[in-house]
Each structure stands twice: as structure tokens, then as C-alpha cells.
């Protein structure tokens, strides 16, 4: 199945895993935004305070499991589909 979000965290891989590294140790959310074309490093609190109760229950829970795994939280945001999707990445 195509998930061009995907694609798009693929496609910025390399970008997104040194902003990362820079910023390991405080275990951030990140944010790939399609419309801007920029990476974001959020320190997860900041993140989780901008989301639905809903979906901050969900990051909660996401970002809990991939830290046990190694992985880091990326989010891609698509302002013209009004969409927020979330990946585990391996890190």
C-alpha cells in the first residue's frame, strides 16, 4: 500500500535523523512539515501540549513505546489535507 507520508519521512531520512542527533539526549517529537519544507525538533511536553486530548493520549502512548525500542516519534504534517500522521522510526 503507497503512504506518500512515508515516502516523505524516507525522503528527508538523513535530515531528520541529524536534527535528531543533535537533540538525543532530550528525546524530542519530530515534525517534518510538507507545505514548509522544514524539520522540527519539539521537546516532547511542548508537542503533546498542541494536540486533542485524544491525540495526546495516542502520542503518549506511541512515544513511550518507541523510546523502549530505540525509535524516535515522527510526525508529517499536511496543511492542505488537514492531515497529521505519526511513524516509530528506527533511529
Given at each position: 500500500?503507497?503512504?506518500?507520508?512515508?515516502?516523505?519521512?524516507?525522503?528527508?531520512?538523513?535530515?531528520?535523523?541529524?536534527?535528531?542527533?543533535?537533540?538525543?539526549?532530550?528525546?524530542?517529537?519530530m515534525?517534518?512539515?510538507?507545505?514548509?519544507?522544514?524539520?522540527?525538533?519539539?521537546?516532547?511536553?511542548?508537542?503533546?501540549?498542541?494536540?486533542?486530548?485524544?491525540?495526546?493520549?495516542?502520542?503518549?502512548?506511541?512515544?513511550?513505546?518507541?523510546?523502549?525500542?530505540?525509535?524516535?516519534?515522527?510526525?508529517?504534517?499536511?496543511?492542505e489535507k488537514?492531515?497529521?500522521?505519526?511513524?516509530?522510526?528506527?533511529?
Amino acid at each position: 500500500m503507497y503512504d506518500r507520508y512515508w515516502d516523505a519521512v524516507e525522503e528527508h531520512g538523513d535530515i531528520i535523523l541529524g536534527l535528531y542527533k543533535r537533540f538525543e539526549a532530550k528525546k524530542p517529537v519530530m515534525l517534518l512539515d510538507l507545505q514548509e519544507q522544514k524539520i522540527y525538533a519539539y521537546p516532547y511536553n511542548d508537542f503533546k501540549s498542541d494536540l486533542t486530548e485524544r491525540s495526546q493520549v495516542q502520542l503518549e502512548e506511541q512515544y513511550e513505546a518507541a523510546i523502549l525500542d530505540n525509535k524516535m516519534v515522527v510526525f508529517v504534517r499536511d496543511n492542505e489535507k488537514e492531515e497529521l500522521v505519526s511513524y516509530s522510526v528506527e533511529y
